[in-house]
């Protein structure tokens, strides 16, 4: 993981970075998300992708599946543009933005299909916030102060009231995702449950390495998507082959129970 903060000091201003493993390879080093790193994990992304569609009938559960590596893919691409791009880099970041933007939600409307329960309102609010941020993204030419990428991972610096409200939206529906997945595994069939629990922790890696370094410094909020995107690799690879398979046998081996015997 890489992130950068300021500690400030009388007198000087000083850039602390955080860094975990770098691989060399030739003369070329592979930095955490550098831009070599966004293209193989939007390879990996699109890949996942693909290998849903064709390998499971796209019900309900496979179609949001399909949106949330998507969306991460599209990131991958969009932070990829940010540091080749040069002067179109903010129509990148706004894309980029808009797509992540909707996947709290996803998130949310995932673990209730998945479950079987929640209040559909819930889902509902969740979508409407992120349509309006994403919508704010879209739209509003002060949402961004800059975009920078720092050669090892892409930083994106929205405006100050805007980042603060940004940060509690992406946080809150996170933690509601794993409250309610933890909540609804209580009573569920085993292999739905274990399901949800994978989806919880699945959002955990969402939430512990951003969440560690937010707590050093809050200004790294502005590197919150970069960090956050490099670990979804690895929600993605949960999804697909943890999450998906358990909750489509739990749902086959519950419509069995339920078939009614011939005389």
């Known amino acids: 993981m890489c992130v950068s903060f ?4 009388p007198g000087k201003t000083i850039l602390v970075m955080l860094k975990i493993k770098a691989v060399k ?3 070329t080093t592979f930095y955490c998300f550098s831009p070599p790193v966004m293209v193989a994990t939007c390879i990996i992304e699109c890949s996942l992708l693909l290998y849903t569609l064709v390998r499971y009938k796209m019900t309900p559960l496979a179609r949001l599946t399909v949106a949330t ?8 691409l969009c932070e990829f543009h940010v540091c080749r791009s040069g002067w179109i880099a903010g129509t990148w970041s706004r894309i980029g933005f808009m797509a992540i933007t909707m996947l709290p939600p996803i998130c949310i ?7 079987g329960r929640g209040w ?4 509902w609010t969740a979508y409407a916030s992120g349509a309006a941020f994403a919508a704010i993204f879209g739209a509003s030419k002060t949402a961004f102060q800059s975009h920078v990428c720092a050669g090892n991972y892409a930083i994106f610096q929205l405006a100050p009231r805007l980042g603060g409200f940004y940060f509690g939206y992406y946080y809150l529906w996170l933690f509601v995702g794993i409250g309610l997945s933890l909540y609804f595994s ?3 069939r085993p292999l739905i449950r274990e399901a949800l629990i994978l989806q919880a922790l699945g959002l955990l890696v969402f939430v512990l390495p951003t969440g560690i370094v937010n707590d050093l410094s809050p200004k790294t909020i502005s590197g919150i998507p970069s960090i956050m995107c490099g670990f979804a690799v690895l929600y993605a690879l949960i999804l697909v082959f943890g ?3 358990r ?4 749902q086959k081996a519950h419509r069995g129970v339920r078939k009614p015997r011939s005389a």
Request: hydrophobic share 55%; no cysteine.
């Open 6 to 9: 300021q500690r400030r000091r």
């Open 25 to 27: 390879k030739g003369s």
């Open 69 to 76: 590596l998507a969306l991460l893919a599209l990131f991958q």
């Open 109 to 115: 409307h995932l673990i209730r299909v998945m479950s």
């Open 120 to 123: 559909k309102p819930l889902v």
């Open 186 to 188: 209580i009573e569920a």
């Open 243 to 245: 999450i998906i398979p």
């Open 247 to 250: 909750v489509l046998s739990g």
